[in-house]
């Protein structure tokens, strides 16, 4: 939560059609403000400008409007922005950022917040795998649960999650969950797996607190044998985006 | 019903097309646990798989919901708990695995958001 006295105002600029893993990156930037606990963001859509490349875009010409500016600026206390600042320069790509010393005069009004996590680790060797399990139906802010979770674990850096859909269950309020393919309001369980280290995982309960009415979390240990990234195919998967 | 820190997680494997006293396996079980105060249990249904009796399970692809797929029935209480399901699980599953394995349990909580310690 903001508190007036010194802050830091963060700008970032990208170009509109620009992507980062398959989505617009100032929509991927502000994901990652939004569960990394930032306590504002703003997206501004330029009408014309130039960038690195020294390319005129501008709405006025047709072929080049898809290509606005965009800003994304937000205002955070100095530890918010350090915090979030190795995963964003990674999501710039062609863009930049820059920071101004600024100072809180009014501070906003906030219901819930959360603090940031340390930036991504790579694991290998012992981890642990811990298996959230809700209900199809669950919903945090309007929007389904299960995709919460697996957007605010990649904002904090999670290694990996799988969602998987129960046919039959019952959990800790005795309901049954079932899945029937004639119903529309087919409640079914749902279990997410996911893996990373420990303390990663432990740092994540928090945020995971916050966000689940019902259901359970349980632990178990696991050994990362192999966890990859195909780059050449990440590659390619980028050529055809442009 | 208290379920913090230390717990067993039971995973039971076999087909979709096992019965019990003419009713699907799957369902019996997880009535058996219901019956028996088991905190919880969910069935997946995998999309391919072989175990015990070695042959290939393979949804049909042009029948709605049929074909033997494989099961999973996972099952998270104290060991004590697990324990008394046991016995029962050797009776009704003739054909398929159990597995058990140690996990910490974080989180049980229902709707009212209240920890059910």
């Known amino acids: 939560m903001l508190t007036t006295g010194p802050a830091k105002k963060v700008s970032v600029y990208v170009m509109e059609g620009e992507q980062y893993h398959g989505t617009p990156v100032y929509a991927a930037i502000l994901e990652l403000l939004f569960y990394r606990g930032i306590s504002d963001a703003t997206v501004t859509r330029g009408v014309a400008g130039f960038g690195a490349d020294h390319k005129l875009h501008t709405t006025r010409l047709v072929d080049l409007a898809d290509k606005m500016p965009i800003k994304v600026e937000f205002i955070e206390s100095p530890e918010k922005v350090e915090a979030v600042l190795p995963k964003l320069a990674d999501m710039v790509g062609t863009g930049f950022f820059e920071i101004h010393d600024t100072t809180i005069v009014t501070p906003q009004s906030l219901k819930h917040g959360h603090a940031p996590e340390p930036p991504a680790i790579k694991t290998e060797g012992k981890a642990k795998m811990m298996r959230i399990l809700i209900g199809e139906h669950d919903k945090w802010n309007g929007k389904p649960l299960h995709e919460a979770l697996v957007e605010s674990l990649r904002a904090n850096d999670i290694a990996g999650v799988t969602v998987y859909r129960g046919i039959l269950g019952y959990g800790a309020n005795r309901r049954m969950h079932k899945d029937s393919a004639l119903s529309f309001s087919n409640d079914a369980p749902l279990l997410l797996s996911v893996v990373d280290t420990e303390e990663k995982l432990r740092g994540f309960f928090p945020v995971l607190d916050q966000m689940m009415k019902q259901g359970l979390v349980a632990m178990s240990d696991v050994e990362i044998i192999k966890y990859t990234h195909d780059s050449i195919k990440d590659e390619r998967r980028r050529e055809v985006r442009k | ?117």
């Open chain 2, 1 to 117: 019903m208290k379920l913090m820190g230390q717990a067993k997680m039971l995973r039971i494997h076999f087909g979709e097309d096992d019965k019990w006293n003419g009713r699907p396996l799957y369902e019996a079980i997880v009535e058996k646990c219901r019956e028996l105060d088991i905190a919880g249990a969910t069935v997946f249904r995998g999309i391919e798989g072989y175990g015990a009796s070695t042959l290939i399970r393979r949804p049909h692809a042009f029948r709605f919901s049929a074909g033997d797929s494989p099961i999973l029935v996972q099952v998270i209480d104290t060991e004590a708990k697990v324990q008394t399901l046991l016995p029962v699980l050797d009776q009704m599953v003739s054909e398929g695995l159990i597995a058990m394995s140690d996990v910490e349990v974080i989180k049980y909580t229902h709707q009212d958001g209240e920890n059910l310690k």
